[in-house]
């Protein structure tokens, strides 16, 4: 499901900066459920850090351990 090249530059961002799943949205074009989809992914894999920001409520970045687990993948 995730092997599109949408879903491989939104994880580079995210391996980068930390992003609200609105951006992840916009940066990405993906729908909203495609968006809630892969963040429940990666969160059920563990491989989300959660940061709490007073201007977005929740911004989602993936730690150093993505390179590992893409190429497992």
Not at 23 to 51: C, P, W
Request: overall charge positive; proline content about 4%.
């Amino acid at each position: 499901m995730f092997r599109r090249i949408v879903y491989r530059r939104l994880l580079s961002d995210l391996s980068q900066r930390a992003l609200c799943e609105a951006e992840m949205h916009q940066r990405s074009g993906l729908s909203n459920a495609d968006v809630r989809a892969l963040i429940h992914f990666l969160s059920a894999e563990e491989l989300l850090e959660v940061t709490e920001r007073p201007e977005v409520i929740s911004r989602w970045r993936l730690p150093a351990l993505l390179p590992t687990w893409l190429r497992r993948a």
